[in-house]
């Protein structure tokens, strides 16, 4: 039975380029960084000229290291299988890791929602364990923006508070739960909110009366008071 000759069919890795060392197809070289490998029979001829080399990664986000879980083996020169270290970029930056609203909590903070505001956690369907906590509640004594890390509040103002509340259409869902410690109303510095009987989106949140409390839930459009007394 006649054989037939396939010739090489298997990268070897041959270092560094040296300019005077013929190439064979398939052989892989390195040179300024890069990694290249012949496909035609070379001798002389630069690995950045194309008619026979093609780059084939860039080596210089590599580094030698022992067998390690997440890193790529790559032959050398004899065939030997070597492991190197791929440098990624990360998918969440130091700097994103904290305490702070709309930051990415710890690990020792995972079990709970503390440090999380309403734009840093999604969850639909499915279980959710562990704590969910909101912050303390704020005391607040005269006009005043809610933050975004904010959801208890306490109004105990010397006379009416208006309040700046967020976006509706970007808060969809969002709680904000309002009592009034003092005799003196608080309301909305704009007309959306809808009181809990329904009807118009208007401006009055709490009675001017200690112990009033109300709860507000954005539907995207205006914010509903769900619960009041």
Request: proline letters at 6%; charged letters at 10%.
């Amino acid at each position: 039975m006649p054989s037939v000759n396939l010739g090489r069919i298997k990268p070897i890795q041959r270092g560094a380029y040296l300019a005077g060392t013929t190439y064979q197809p398939l052989d892989i070289v390195t040179y300024n960084g890069l990694q290249y490998i012949c496909k035609a029979t070379s001798t002389g001829n630069l690995p950045s000229n194309t008619s026979f080399f093609d780059a084939i990664v860039d080596v210089s986000i590599w580094s030698s290291e022992q067998p390690a879980p997440g890193k790529i083996p790559l032959a050398d020169a004899q065939g030997k299988i070597t492991y190197l270290w791929v440098a990624l970029t990360p998918l969440v930056e130091q700097s994103d890791i904290g305490t702070a609203p709309n930051q990415v909590p710890r690990n020792g903070d995972l079990g709970s929602m503390a440090y999380q505001s309403h734009l840093s956690v999604n969850i639909e369907g499915g279980i959710f364990q562990g704590q969910v906590r909101r912050r303390a509640p704020v005391t607040k004594t005269a006009a005043f923006t809610v933050a975004d890390n904010e959801h208890w509040l306490i109004c105990n103002g010397t006379a009416s508070i208006p309040v700046t509340l967020p976006d509706a259409a970007t808060n969809l869902g969002r709680e904000i739960m309002l009592t009034n410690r003092a005799a003196f109303t608080v309301v909305s510095a704009s007309s959306n909110v809808v009181p809990l009987a329904g009807g118009a989106a208007g401006t009055a949140i709490l009675a001017a009366a200690a112990g009033k409390y109300a709860t507000l839930v954005s539907d995207g459009t205006n914010w509903i008071i769900t619960q009041a007394n």
